[in-house]
């Protein structure tokens, strides 16, 4: 094997994860605010609050109306992928080979974003103030306006960033109604839009998101036929999650001399967190129940 063969695949490889990830990316990014580049493993932030004009009454004293004024603590986690591949790998593997393994590599960190991303709008389970079903019926129309309505309630903005990431089988549910189907997608060009079956009603984005993203309540994956499952997913507004990079994806390809083989090591460290509850809504809807037209 040349040098010039070594010296082709070490900067093609490390270079292409990188811009693939780049150019297809992850599909939550741009649905919620992206926090400057964090130093260190945390990033705090400044919660302001809610603040209201009130009639200014004569002699009299003030209250503050700030008391939600605090701070939130953006918490960051590594992530790596790494493999190895031998000498007569790398000199077998065809263009559509190393474009393969390009994709898996990128795909996997986007997934990861959303994970992440994902997991912070969980961990507030329960405290969001309004829960949509109790996981005994399919997602209907109706429960999704139920949704928007709740949110409208919350005075969160109705200005076109509020976005809905869905199981297959809800989507699917929604599907069963007229007024969903009709609708088209009319949001920004974020990178959902690109990839993501996608429509825009009454307000929201909905997307049809990959089904390991969201956690099936009592189940540890999905398994077909279980009538018992439960989906459990969320409406956010763009202002009320954030995620933040210590740094973005990194990668390496190093010559393992005793192994007779490159070493690949690509990792990144980021981290989310809600913002404000006030502008997230849980959905926790049946899990299997058969589709039916509306």
């Known amino acids: 094997m040349s040098d010039e063969a070594i010296n082709w695949f070490v900067e093609e490889q490390s ?154 089988r809800q989507w699917n549910n929604l599907l069963t109604h007229k007024a969903f189907i009709e609708a088209d997608y009319v949001g920004p060009d974020l990178p959902f839009a690109k990839k993501m079956t996608k429509k825009t009603w009454n307000g929201v984005h909905w997307m049809m998101a990959y089904n390991d993203l969201f956690p099936r309540l009592g189940m540890p994956k999905r398994v077909k036929g279980t009538l018992n499952a439960k989906d459990r997913f969320y409406m956010y507004h763009y202002s009320a999650l954030a995620s933040g990079d210590v740094y973005d994806i990194r990668s390496n390809t190093v010559w393992d001399n005793d192994r007779t083989a490159y070493t690949v090591n690509s990792r990144m460290r980021m981290g989310a967190e809600v913002l404000d509850k006030e502008g997230v809504v849980e959905f926790l809807v049946k899990g299997n129940a058969p589709l039916a037209f509306a």
């Open 15 to 168: 270079a292409e994860v990188i811009r693939r990830y780049q150019n297809g990316g992850n599909f939550m990014a741009g649905t919620h605010r992206k926090v400057k580049s964090i130093d260190g493993k945390s990033l705090t932030l400044r919660n302001i609050g809610k603040l209201k004009v009130r009639p200014l009454v004569r002699k009299g004293k003030a209250a503050p109306q700030n008391a939600e004024m605090g701070t939130i603590t953006l918490e960051t986690q590594a992530s790596q992928i790494f493999y190895l591949l031998s000498e007569d790998d790398t000199e077998q593997m065809t263009p559509e080979d190393k474009d393969s393994l390009s994709q898996e590599s990128a795909d996997a960190f986007g997934r990861e974003k959303d994970r992440i991303c994902y997991t912070a709008l969980d961990q507030g389970a329960g405290q969001y103030g309004t829960i949509i079903g109790d996981g005994n019926q399919p997602l209907t129309a109706d429960m999704a306006l139920e949704a928007c309505d709740a949110m409208q309630d919350k005075d969160v903005p109705w200005d076109g960033n509020v976005f809905c990431p869905l199981p297959s």
